[in-house]
């Protein structure tokens, strides 16, 4: 009798434990789906904690990731990610996984790293049906590191990809080498030739990269701070023009030399941004055909 109600007991507690599982599982997935995103990364990190196996915690955190990169952080998704490692590459759950990988070190503005992932996918997989899966990543990707061939190519590919008339895929084709023709692609600005520009005349590497009005002022500044240090030694004020002028203008001309940089850097961002602007739209075009 004594065993009998033992077995009982332990019964009801593993059924009591199976049933809470299940119904977080629940939660976290209603959560998800109604846009909670923070609450479901909270119930589902607690899944992880509960899981039995690497099965079951290799999901929970690739559906953790997917609420972070909903939240727009993209670094702790990748965190998220980076651990779940799959020793059979026909796991249904790891094209997913690579995907979310590859998506979020572009979102997160690692291009580089996104393509060495979609390479190592497309080397351990099999399943050759799944490379269209990555290509408009690929193709993004290959844009922002300024690969325009292959990324034309990637374009051309997923375009034949497409369930199209060979009308509208001539049509398509036709699109894809005029936007990546020469005079087309963004002109990307040099940041090492726009610190050189500056480093040899102070103001010309920020008009190089777009801002004329930066530039002059630039140019301006430095132009009187020289003056200014040139009168006070002409005038016998050696200490006062070494330190208040040179001193000065040795921050604001190597200042010059940095913004030149980064001003660059930025200008090829929103180059970019228009251009992949354009791509997506082909990219979309092209999905909302085929459905």
């Not at 990748?78 to 490692?85: A, D, G, R, S």
């Not at 026909?90 to 690579?98: P, R, T």
């Not at 190592?120 to 193709?139: A, G, M």
């Not at 180059?271 to 092209?286: D, K, Q, R």
């Amino acid at each position: 009798m004594q065993y009998t109600i033992k077995f009982f007991f332990s019964f009801i507690f593993l059924c009591a434990i199976f049933l809470n599982s299940s119904a977080s599982v629940v939660k976290s997935d209603s959560l998800y789906l109604s846009g909670n995103y923070f609450e479901a990364s909270i119930e589902y990190e607690r899944m992880i904690f509960q899981a039995k196996n690497n099965t079951d915690i290799n999901y929970f955190k690739y559906k953790k990731a997917l609420c972070y990169k909903h939240m727009g952080r993209f670094y702790d998704a990748l965190n998220e990610l980076q651990p779940i490692y799959f020793s059979n590459p026909a796991d249904s759950l790891y094209h997913l996984v690579c995907y979310e990988q590859s998506l979020c070190f572009y979102l997160n503005g690692e291009p580089a790293r996104a393509l060495w992932k979609i390479d190592e996918f497309f080397h351990r997989s099999t399943d050759t049906t799944l490379f269209r899966f990555f290509l408009p990543v690929k193709i993004l990707c290959l844009n922002e590191t300024f690969q325009w061939e292959e990324a034309k190519n990637s374009l051309l590919q997923y375009v034949n990809m497409q369930d199209f008339s060979p009308e509208k895929k001539t049509e398509l084709e036709e699109t894809v080498l005029n936007v990546y023709g020469r005079k087309n692609r963004p002109r990307i600005k040099s940041e090492k030739k726009a610190e050189n520009l500056s480093r040899f005349l102070p103001g010309s590497g920020q008009i190089y990269a777009g801002k004329e009005g930066e530039g002059v002022i630039n140019f301006l500044i430095n132009a009187s701070i020289l003056t200014f240090a040139g009168i006070q030694v002409y005038n016998g004020f050696y200490i006062t023009g070494y330190l208040a002028g040179l001193g000065f203008f040795n921050k604001t001309y190597h200042g010059g030399i940095r913004r030149a940089g980064v001003l660059a850097a930025q200008k090829n961002k929103e180059l970019m941004a228009g251009f992949n602007s354009e791509i997506t739209t082909i990219l979309l075009s092209n999905t909302e055909e085929t459905k």
